[in-house]
Nanobody, 126 residues
């Protein structure tokens, strides 16, 4: 059974950068599609970024495109979310999620993912 553990995040001022890490265990990481989602207080969980099992395809939510970069290292069973030029509206709990899927299309909905990490807080002050 796949387990996901996030690390990183924290507090930063507007314009700063943070990186989130998601380490997987208990499964074949190279067979997993990885997504990052975030949830702010009082709001629904929203798609941030996703990367295919091979790393050849990725996609981003409109609000983060051009500022965030998703990547993965299959040899380390680890995915990353590099967040640059952060804004106060990026403040949220960020979760990584996985789905057993080797295709290139980007699953965007919460319900399609099978396993979730516990989440990490990212806070951006103005």
């Amino acid at each position: 059974q796949v387990q996901l553990v996030e690390s990183g995040g924290g507090e930063v001022q507007t314009g700063g950068s943070l990186r989130l890490t998601c380490v997987a265990s208990g499964g074949t990481f190279s067979g997993l599609f990885i997504g990052w989602f975030r949830q702010a207080p009082g709001k629904e969980r929203e798609f941030v970024a996703g990367i295919s099992s091979s790393g050849s395809d990725n996609g981003y939510g409109d609000s983060v495109r051009g500022r965030f970069t998703i990547s993965r290292d299959n040899a380390k069973s680890t995915a990353y979310l590099q967040m640059d030029n952060l804004k106060p509206e990026d403040t949220a709990v960020y979760h990584c999620a996985s789905k057993k899927y080797k295709g290139g299309m980007i699953p965007l909905t919460v319900g399609t993912y099978e396993t979730w990490g516990q989440g990490r807080q990212v806070s951006v002050s103005s």
